[in-house]
């Protein structure tokens, strides 16, 4: 099983990001998939779910009309865009799936800073 995260790196203050979480070794379809974020020093917190058939979906408060989550089922991908970026955003972004099981990936550094 493996969760591989890409596209972070570093972007001015307003910028943009997509991240993207490629998976493998389970079923993807069937799995809930989120997007989580940890800053140094700070809880890892909850950024935004989508549900296994990309019906439903949630945002944290503090990137809500930011940050948008989307998944590709065939492509076995879930995806988040972010834009107007902040200082505050910068953190280890953290893919994670839940079904019957649950798995996490290794994490993509996103820092925001002038």
């Known amino acids: 099983v493996q969760l591989v995260e890409s596209g972070g790196g570093l972007v001015q203050p307003g910028g943009s990001l997509r991240l993207s979480c490629a998976a493998s070794?389970?079923?993807?379809?069937?799995?809930?998939m989120s997007w989580f974020r940890q800053a140094p020093g700070r809880e890892r917190e909850l950024v935004a779910p989508i549900t296994n058939a990309g019906g439903g979906t949630n945002y944290a408060d503090s990137v809500k009309g930011r940050f948008t989550i989307s998944r590709d089922n065939a492509k076995k991908t879930v995806y988040l865009q972010m834009n107007s970026l902040k200082p505050e955003d910068t953190a280890v972004y953290y893919c994670?799936?839940?079904?019957?099981?649950?798995?996490w990936g290794q994490g993509t550094q996103v820092t925001v800073s002038s």
């Open positions: 070794g389970f079923t993807f379809s069937s799995y809930h």
């Open positions: 994670y799936a839940r079904g019957l099981r649950e798995y």
